[in-house]
């Protein structure tokens, strides 16, 4: 059966939560919309929001290869809507679909500074860096309303802890004061999630994120008030976006980031057919052409899950993308300033202690 994408959302339907015990269930649950003649209607799923209460807020990242060793996520699922989402499988843990679901059912974390807090007075911490969020944007639409994140902030402001932020939404300029008071003293900085400067395809790709101008916007602004930025070119999915590279670098670094990173495209788990569906909603010309690239840097797969390997892949594509950043960072960025650790000796587990020393 065919379904119809729907304009804002990237999952074209729901995928089998692989933690089911019945592995041939079908993957159309009930609430797929189907019109009398038995054939699919496009509708706007309402999105829940359903708040958790979890009893810690901070996250062991335990994966090899990953930057940062502790991660923090307000909220689990995600409206923006990315078909290519890595962290889709994770709202399986929950009951949920990896495809509508996950975009739809969002988890909010309300006692998440409260926790935070906790975790900061608690004798012995030692301050260390940590990333909102890692997981699921902490910027979503629905921090405009919760503003979980900006509470979040305002704690590591007064605790003097250092934090790291990506995100893909513009929202983030709403806290330029907190983050403007954390970066004089060395204890922020943020990545920018912009895989695309293709505004048409960005529409698709990323449905419900920030348009490509609002991000641009975020780069410059941010990096005018003494806010370390780096710009997230990611993933690179061969076919799609990989022609862009060089044009996105040049960009980024002209209006202000002090550095990039990137990833290769990954289908993990059940963000193969969600992707898979969404190609032949979005792409169907191109889709074999993309996934046979896809698999061409996964040793004929389209996921890998060795972390050593997933973001070196394998081939001529793979090479071809390596050398091309290597030539962009060495046009656009050898200029830059190296990125500095962000500061930990200024933790103050008392809260409002020893301020005057600032």
Not at 233 to 243: F, K, M, Q, T
């Amino acid at each position: 059966m065919n379904f119809k994408a729907t304009k804002g959302q990237g999952a074209v339907q729901n995928v089998h939560n692989h933690f089911e015990k019945n592995l041939y269930e079908k993957t159309i649950y009930e609430d797929d919309c189907l019109n009398e003649n038995g054939e699919p209607e496009e509708r706007i799923t309402k999105t829940e929001y359903l708040e958790v209460f979890p009893k810690t807020i901070m996250n062991e990242v335990r994966r090899k290869g990953m930057p940062l060793e502790f991660s923090m996520n307000p909220y689990q699922g995600c409206e923006h809507g990315c078909a290519y989402c890595y962290a889709r499988p994770t709202h399986e843990y929950w009951g949920y679909s990896a495809g509508v679901d996950f975009e739809r059912k969002i988890m909010v974390k309300k006692n998440a500074p409260e926790l935070l807090e906790k975790l900061f007075q608690k004798r012995g911490y030692q301050a260390r860096q940590f990333m909102l969020s890692g997981n699921t944007d902490c910027y979503q639409p629905i921090e405009r309303k919760l503003e979980i994140t900006r509470k979040i902030l305002e704690i590591c402001l007064e605790y003097r802890h250092p934090v790291s932020i990506i995100t893909k939404n513009a929202l983030v300029l709403r806290d330029l004061d907190l983050l403007t008071k954390l970066a004089q003293r060395n204890l922020v900085n943020l990545a920018i999630s912009i895989p695309t400067t293709n505004e048409d395809l960005r529409r698709v790709l990323e449905p419900r994120t920030s348009t490509v101008s609002n991000k641009l916007k975020v780069i410059e602004t941010l990096s005018q008030n003494g806010i370390p930025v780096i710009a997230m070119v990611a993933p690179i999915i061969p076919g799609l976006n990989s022609e862009e590279i060089l044009n996105n670098l040049k960009i980024v670094s002209d209006k202000g980031a002090v550095d990039f990173g990137y990833t290769l495209v990954r289908l993990n788990d059940t963000v193969e057919p969600v992707f898979i569906q969404w190609l032949e909603e979005r792409f169907p010309d191109r889709k074999e052409k993309i996934l046979n690239q896809i698999r061409s840097i996964h040793n004929g797969k389209l996921n890998e899950r060795l972390a050593r390997k997933r973001y070196v892949g394998v081939g001529n594509i793979a090479d071809m993308i390596h050398q091309t950043f290597k030539i962009g960072r060495q046009k656009y960025f050898s200029h830059k300033e190296t990125r500095k650790p962000l500061a930990t000796h200024l933790f103050n587990g008392k809260r409002g202690e020893q301020l005057s020393l600032f």
